[in-house]
């Protein structure tokens, strides 16, 4: 049994459709983040789950219950929002507390709820505060605190790290997924991070134009991106035009001829298209020899990005980046290798 299940979700807006035919399954403790750019539909989606919104079609399980028709205050679900959406006018504790009171949960079981979430997000200090008083870490740890003493089947969480900065953003990030595994929650999260999406989740839906084009594991969506969207959203890829010329002499070996020369390429695949595009990401580079494929070309721009640089490479007509670690590497001319694993075949 599924703690979630979402079947064919559609959502129309007079002639706009901003989801199509979404289905997702999402089992118990499980993290899936719903991932992708502005206007692909994953806020819509969330809202769809937690009952704010409608759907056109379609339907909403939670433990196995269709509740499509259920208001949100009383799906088994809880929110937490990207503004924290806190009453400015209680205390830490009061927030904390306000649903519990509203469900007319008993006072010895509301203490001994209140009690462990409070001590689980290191909140004991701060509850007579208002949230004005708070940091935003501290917002979003009472925002997440006030979503875990509901107790919910699925949590929920609308891009609750945005208005953090970078170093709290991070500490913060950990602080969700340290709480959400210690809890056993079903989580679903969205974010337009792609940072944020591969730390957190046990598996990564990306959304464009209202579909979900690919749903992984962090790495394999990482590493084999289906197309040629996934490859460019999901960190830094390369994406290269090549023809079939024929079989490898090893077993899942093909041979391409692309714009950067001729590439061996291993795919499970029973057959090929004549004409497809070739993915590589740009830290899958490597220095020493291999007898895969070795490409040479020249450096046109250096940048220093800290724990790498980013440099981009002219292989006859067309630029390629890559990631290196080494600043002795970096003459005019440059020389690596591309292990045939690394290089993926993407469909249109």
């Known amino acids: 049994m599924y703690s979630l299940e979402v079947r064919n979700i559609k959502m129309k807006y007079d002639n706009f459709t901003a989801l199509s035919d ?39 399980f939670i433990n196995n219950e269709d509740v ?20 400015p006018h209680l205390s830490v504790l009061q927030n904390l507390s306000f649903g519990l009171i509203q469900r007319k949960v008993d006072t010895k079981k509301r203490s001994q709820i209140l009690e462990e979430v409070v001590a689980q997000l290191e909140l004991t200090t701060e509850l007579e505060k208002l949230p004005n008083q708070l940091s935003g870490g501290q917002q979003q740890r009472v925002a997440l605190g006030r979503a875990l003493v509901m107790r919910p089947e699925v949590i929920l969480f609308d891009e609750p790290l945005s208005n ?19 809890f056993n929650l079903t989580a679903i999260y969205v974010t ?4 944020e999406a591969l730390s957190l989740s046990d598996r990564i839906a990306l959304l464009h134009e209202g579909s979900i084009i690919q749903i992984d594991d962090s790495e394999t969506i990482y590493t084999s991106p289906k197309n040629k ?46 004409d497809v595009h070739i993915s590589w990401r740009s830290e899958k580079v490597t220095f020493n ?46 020389t690596f290798f591309l292990d045939k694993r690394d290089l993926k075949i993407l469909e249109d």
């Open 289 to 334: 020899k291999s007898s895969d494929n070795k490409i040479k070309g020249k450096i046109e721009n250096i940048f220093f990005l800290g724990s790498h640089y980013e440099v981009f490479v002219k292989v006859n007509k067309e630029i390629v980046k890559i990631n290196v670690s080494n600043k002795h590497l970096l003459n005019k001319e440059i």
């Open 192 to 195: 337009h991070d792609q940072h």
């Open 164 to 182: 953090l900065d970078a170093l709290l953003r991070e500490s913060v990030r950990i602080e969700i997924k340290r709480i959400v595994k210690l």
């Open 68 to 87: 499509t028709k259920t208001p949100p205050e009383t799906r088994d679900t809880a929110m937490c929002f990207q503004s924290y959406a806190l009453f």
């Open 229 to 274: 969207f996934v490859a460019n959203f999901l960190g830094s890829s390369n994406i290269i035009s090549a023809k079939l010329i024929k079989k490898g002499n090893k077993k899942n070996e093909w041979i391409f001829q692309s714009e950067i020369g001729k590439l061996v390429v291993y795919s499970e695949e029973v057959s090929v298209k004549p």
């Open 22 to 60: 979404v289905s997702l399954k999402v089992k118990k403790g499980e993290f899936v983040t719903l991932l992708g750019p502005s206007g692909c539909g994953k806020t819509t989606l969330l809202k769809i789950i937690s009952g704010f919104i409608t759907p056109s079609n379609g339907n909403v």
